[in-house]
């Protein structure tokens, strides 16, 4: 089982500010995958970027990027130029060979104008 | 732009009743998901299905829950008993073939046990 520590539980940003969610995870796997998923207030989930475990080159999704450090199980959401739309709890989730989703708590990020 | 659909949106029921979930997963995709989302609380896996058989489960998925593929579109969920803890967000999510395909998820359905 994979265990997904998110550690802050709140954070903010002001717009146009930059801002990093910073995520840990524990896995026995070779082979996976990790996602960041945003959840605004409608409860939707909403897929902000994906990263494959094998290639060392980080994801970039428009303002959006990660920082992956496979072998510290280290996995940074970085969201530039932040905009009141951003504003979501952003769930970390790695998956299984088997394609199952394990969620972190969540940290909840509020955009100030 | 395809997307998983999710009914109803919304279910109250007594304790003790049975309800379907309902989700029609994007319609070339082969692995399909239940998920839950207790108030306030993380997103917990309930359940994989691929080709038309349960490909894992986790500890809450006993055997009050099931799920079906009853036709070439639906994806369910059935819960035979519901306990008040069964109160949750429940979120249908399908992906394609491939092992880094996206799982997309449905907008959920919010089920509420009195």
């Known amino acids: 089982a994979q265990t997904v520590t998110q550690s802050q539980p709140e954070m903010s940003v002001q717009e146009a500010e930059t801002v990093t969610l910073s995520c840990t995870y524990d896995t026995s796997e070779s082979d996976y995958y990790l996602f960041w998923y945003k959840q605004p207030p409608s409860r939707q989930m909403i897929l902000v970027i994906r990263?494959?475990?094998?290639?060392?080159q980080n994801a970039t999704e428009n303002r959006f990027s990660v920082n992956f450090q496979k072998a510290a199980k280290s996995f940074s959401l970085k969201i530039s130029d932040s905009q009141l739309g951003d504003a979501a709890m952003y769930f970390c989730a790695p998956s299984s060979t088997l394609g199952r989703l394990y969620f972190g708590r969540g940290t909840q990020l509020t955009v100030w104008p | 732009e395809p997307e998983v659909t999710q009914t109803p949106s919304h279910q109250v029921t007594q304790m003790g009743q049975e309800v379907i979930l309902r989700c029609v997963p994007i319609?070339?995709?082969?692995?399909f998901y239940w998920y839950r989302q207790i108030l306030g609380q993380k997103v917990e896996f309930l359940v994989s299905f691929y080709n038309n058989e349960i490909s894992e489960k986790s500890e809450i998925f006993d055997d009050q829950f099931s799920v079906e593929r009853p036709d070439g579109s639906n994806f369910t969920l059935k819960i035979r008993s519901t306990k008040l803890e069964d109160s949750a967000m429940y979120f249908c999510?399908?992906?394609?073939?491939?092992?880094?395909?996206?799982?997309?998820f449905g907008p959920g359905t919010r089920l509420t046990v009195l």
């Open positions: 319609s070339n995709h082969l692995y």
């Open positions: 990263q494959e475990a094998y290639k060392q």
């Open positions: 999510a399908s992906r394609g073939r491939r092992g880094a395909d996206t799982q997309y």
